[in-house]
């Protein structure tokens, strides 16, 4: 199948590439795909990937086709994959699609337009850790020899599992703290006081209250002492380290309100980042480089 499912199937230095033409596109590359058009297939909320892909297919003269699942066909018990080869059928050269199935884009094989995976269940979320990687890259011009900690709700997390495979392939260290029932083997696991005295790089994930049974018993003010990014963690961190959130963010759970924006925090420069990451994943696949 053609577009970017997962970052697996993709070389070390295939990945740099993509980060290098994002870093181009950031520094003012323009090409014009004038004429194509593109569905955003959304069955999960999402503000940034869905509307970061849109602006990125508008800098690039790509036609953003939008898609209301509650408004759409699915209320009657169309698939994904009829859904998908609807588009497909109406001409569209492209899809990118987020859905709560983990590795959905098994059941699409057959489609022969480019499939973008924006998010799938708890497994993967290419998009964001490449513009992870590229906030980080901008940061420390390399991966190698680079300690990260993911923090948080690590079971639960697509972009928890998609980055620390990525991120150990490319040399980094990586390690993942937070309460023992949201930890899985991803990664060796440390304290979060540890890791902030240690790391380069703090990944906080968010507390995904949507996918918690038990989110009623959840203490706010207890997980925010215990694991939070709070302001005296933030003044500990390793001289020249950084905070990244793929966001939306809890303020006050999983990172202090005050600490959101500080000069170590790099949220709103990873969410600049995803159009550009974007951008290059899009005009790499039109491309036939990906
Ligand atoms: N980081 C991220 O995927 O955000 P959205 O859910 O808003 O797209």
């Known amino acids: ?74 209320a009657k018990g169309e698939s994904l994959y009829d859904t998908v080869k609807t588009f497909e059928a109406l001409g569209v050269d492209g899809v990118i699609i987020r859905h709560s199935k983990d590795g959905y884009y098994r059941d ?23 513009l992870d990687l590229m906030t980080i890259y901008e940061e420390f011009g390399r991966f190698d020899g680079l300690k990260v900690c993911i923090v948080g709700d690590i079971k639960h997390s697509r972009v928890a599992h998609g980055n620390a495979e990525i991120m150990k392939r490319l040399g ?71 905070i990244i959130h793929p966001a939306p963010i809890n303020r006050g759970i999983e990172i202090a309100d005050e600490v959101a924006e500080c000069p170590k925090s790099r949220i709103l420069k990873q969410m600049q980042n995803g159009v550009f990451v974007r951008m290059a994943v899009l005009s790499m696949v039109l491309e036939g480089q990906l």
């Open 1 to 74: 199948m053609k577009g970017l499912l997962t970052l697996n199937r993709l070389s070390t230095d295939k990945i740099q590439d993509i980060i290098d033409e994002a870093v181009r596109f950031k520094n003012g590359k323009t090409v014009s795909y004038s004429g194509k058009t593109m569905a955003t297939l959304f069955f999960e909320n999402s503000t940034r990937t869905q509307y970061s892909f849109q602006m990125a297919m508008i800098k690039l003269g790509i036609t953003p086709v939008s898609f209301n699942a509650n408004a759409s066909s699915l």
């Open 108 to 130: 699409l094989e057959s489609v022969q337009i480019p499939v973008f995976n924006a998010g799938d269940g708890a497994s993967d979320h290419p998009t964001q850790t490449l």
């Open 172 to 242: 980094m260290s990586v390690s993942v703290a937070g309460p023992d029932i949201w930890l899985d083997d991803t990664a060796p696991q440390t304290t979060v006081d540890k890791a902030i005295a240690e790391c380069d790089v703090i990944n906080l994930l968010r507390v995904q209250f949507e996918r918690h049974k038990d989110s009623l018993a959840f203490d706010e003010a207890k997980y925010h002492a215990l694991y939070g990014m709070t302001s005296d963690r933030a003044e500990r961190m390793k001289e020249g380290a950084i």
